[in-house]
């Protein structure tokens, strides 16, 4: 894929910011060089072009082959095949490099092949069963194609943990709250759970959380069933609401327009905490309601943005 073509492929992510709450995604395939496909969200993407040289570097994790420098900025690259472990992938480095943006870092992927863009709607994207065994839990949702096929759709998230572990969550004071606090949140993602955990633990709150949207809503609709019946406001039995913005069956772009529909939830302000941390991603979760937007994963950035709403 030439410049040309990689810049027409992309084209017009701007416009997509209109998909939100529309419960529709946008997803890259692309191939290892096996008879699997693959995918990763458009808004992830910034270019696709040639595998170019890569600067060997001593002591770097398994699969991270090297560096390169992209327009002054250098940044790593990872061969995505040696983390899923495939059989038959052709020897050699991918020759096609996916440049992404992920939670204010920049970094390339180096694949077989890319493919094209399909839009779907996330009630058709599923959370994996056999596959997480298969490939450590780096596969973190599963689309059928409508011609046949199924899609995997790559853990980002687990995959940079694997090869380059987990920042150390230390320094976060706890809220000053009043009585319990509990804070409902949902993300898809092992990894963002456990980091999501460490840090409400260390604020002091105590959390209730949801894998995928479609659980979440089906969740919180009962609690607040729960809190009319037994005459109580919402906010006394949740504080307030994490969703990722990328997740299997609804997206948190549809939970949140549910949420602030729904005059039950009056009150409870809604946090959007996504690796998608782009200008158009946080005029997506603007458009649909939520109070605050903060990228993944800065302990401490998610702290102070939920401090404040939890002592107000």
Known sequence: MNA?????LLEGVDARTRLAGSNKMEI?????GTREIFGINVFKVREVGRTPHITKTPNMPRGVEGLISLRGNVIPVLSLAPFLQLDGTPPGLGKTMMVAEYSKRTLGFLVHEVDRIIRVDWDRVKAPESVLSANQGLI????EL????????LDVEQILANAFGEAMIIDIQPARIEGDASIFFVDDSIVARRKISEVLDKLGVRHKHATNGLEAWTRLQGIAAHTQQV??????EIRLILVDAEMPEMDGYVLTKNIKADPRFDGVPVVMHSSLSSEANRAMGKSVGVDAYVAKFDAEAL??????LLER
């Open 4 to 8: 040309l073509e990689s810049k027409n």
């Open 28 to 32: 890259l395939l692309f191939s290892l």
């Open 140 to 143: 973190t949702a599963v689309i």
């Open 146 to 153: 409508e011609g046949g096929g199924l899609v995997s759709i």
């Open 231 to 236: 005459g109580i406001s919402m906010r006394d």
């Open 303 to 308: 702290a102070d943005t939920l401090r404040p």
